[in-house]
């Protein structure tokens, strides 16, 4: 039976495994960035939407017909580019998050219950952005909101881009700097973390973030798809194979901590409040929701049951893709788990160690375009007009907010508290919040008995995700 599993594994990373991303990707899209597309809604579709029709069934035949044509990627072009952009290297810290309350095998149970349960609710509210695009006539995240909830409060959405974003460079630093004290320390030269982070941030990350044009960086993200499928594979290989297992070639390599640990905690660890690390985790894991309006407009006859189909199908298999990568991080080392999985392996493993080359070269290369949305969402806080941001004061803007990530990169050292913090406070916010009351306030006039229910659940889900932020944010500072 164990080798059935195993082959049922393997088929699965086989196939699927390819679709993987940088996770990075969404950077690329960074939320700043998403509030910044051009608007091109239809005449017919605006018309329909000032008329403010009475429900969104026939809304949305009128709309459909005015938007018959959409873009011009197909679902298969659609399903592919939105995987890239919700899977990445994130779920290197997942099997972390298992860890947090189980050290049993069967905490994979509960665990995959929740990657599956975070990952349905994620493409709902996702779906439903979409949807009060087809009602509003919106053509962004920002744009819907402004549309639905009112321009006095765009500010909230603002502040939302801009930290996911600074978030974003904060997880980069922290998981570069344990990269490349790993890398040098496989070629025989030991240096501290803080310095392995210090020179690579002077010598590499601040000329990067000081280009002006990025455009040319954007070839690299094929270097992020290819970094992560490589890694899932050799996570898996490492698993199915016995070089971390009892008298394992790679064991004697490890610190006592880092060694393979089990435990009797398993499914039932789920009840406790610890599991919310691994729920305020997975809140970021799925966050693509700045970019579901471009998809939306894009596809190809952007019928709302086509949309769904590319929905449906992405998040699915991003949910197995997690699901598989973490199980297999998890069963190999366990409660041992480091908040980023490679850095449980040998720095003397060398498929591990391409690995972590080809992870850093991916990030090193994806910092930049994240950077560019922390930075250009902080200049537009504060109102600076597009005149006044000289490339003197962009530069002096850049190296004090890449000092600043930096130095907190250097005090805080628990990617799982930041995966975890970041999910608590922002992810549940842009997936669970933000999305809901969007959708409550565009179905508010005349509903449908359909979207009345809607309504209620969408109550539902912003509360849980109030709750989830709350608790999530308690425990993830009691896991310091």
């Not at 009128?62 to 995987?83: H, M, R």
């Not at 509210?125 to 549309?147: E, N, P, Q």
């Not at 998981?175 to 982070?197: E, H, M, Q």
Request: charged share 15%; glycine share 8%; hydrophobic share 50%.
């Amino acid at each position: 039976m164990r080798v059935r599993v195993n082959d049922a594994i393997i088929l699965c990373l086989v196939t699927a495994v390819p679709m993987i991303s940088s996770g990075f990707a969404n950077n690329v899209r960074s939320p700043i960035q998403s509030r910044k597309v051009p608007v091109t809604v239809a005449k017919y579709q605006s018309h329909v939407v000032n008329q403010k029709s009475t429900n969104e069934r026939s809304l949305g035949k009128l709309s459909e017909q005015a938007n018959a044509n959409g873009g011009t990627a197909t679902i298969p072009d659609e399903i592919f580019n939105l995987v890239k952009s919700i899977v990445g290297a994130g779920v290197l810290s997942l099997p972390a998050g298992i860890a947090a309350f189980g050290n049993a095998p069967s905490a994979l149970i509960p665990s995959s219950i929740l990657i599956a349960l975070m990952g349905a609710i994620s493409a709902y509210t996702f779906l439903m952005i979409a949807r009060v695009c087809k009602l509003t006539g919106a053509t962004s995240y920002s744009d819907a909101w402004d549309k639905t909830r009112g321009t006095k409060t765009s500010w909230i959405v603002a502040v939302s881009s801009a930290l996911d974003c600074f978030a974003g460079n904060l997880t980069y630093s922290m998981v570069l700097a344990d990269t490349f004290k790993d890398l040098l320390a496989a070629t025989g030269i030991a240096v501290s973390r803080s310095n392995a982070l210090i020179g690579l941030t002077s010598v590499v990350l601040l000329p990067l973030c000081l280009v002006k044009n990025l455009s040319s960086l954007a070839p690299f993200s094929l270097v992020g798809i290819m970094g992560m499928a490589y890694t899932s594979i050799a996570i898996g290989i490492r698993f199915f194979g016995s070089a971390y297992k009892p008298a394992g070639r790679f064991l004697p390599d490890l610190a006592p901590h880092m060694q393979p640990a089990f435990g009797s905690t398993g499914a039932l660890g789920a009840l406790s409040p610890k599991s919310l690390i691994l729920i305020s985790m997975l809140s970021t894991a799925y966050i693509a929701h700045f970019n579901a309006p471009k998809f939306y407009r894009e596809l190809k006859n952007n019928t709302m049951d086509r949309f769904k189909t590319v929905v449906t199908s992405s998040f699915s298999i991003s949910v197995a893709l997690y699901a598989i990568v973490s199980a297999m991080g998890f069963l190999t080392f366990g409660s041992a788990i480091q908040g980023l999985i490679l850095n449980n392996y040998s720095t003397n493993d060398v498929l591990l160690s391409v690995s972590r080359f080809a992870v850093a070269i991916s990030l090193i290369f994806s910092y930049p375009l994240l950077f560019v949305g922390t930075r250009d969402g902080l200049l537009d806080l504060i109102r600076l007009k597009e005149e006044e941001r000289t490339n003197s004061l962009l530069n002096q803007v850049s190296v004090a907010l890449l000092a600043i990530t930096t130095v907190l990169a250097l005090k805080v050292t628990d990617l799982t508290f930041v995966a975890s913090m970041s999910g608590s406070v922002l992810g549940t916010a842009l997936i669970f919040i933000y999305p809901t009351l969007m959708f409550r306030a565009a179905v508010k006039d005349n509903p449908t008995n359909g979207q009345k229910w809607e309504r209620r659940l969408c109550s539902i889900i912003a509360s849980l995700g109030v709750a989830i932020g709350g608790v999530g944010a308690k425990m993830a500072l009691h896991s310091l």
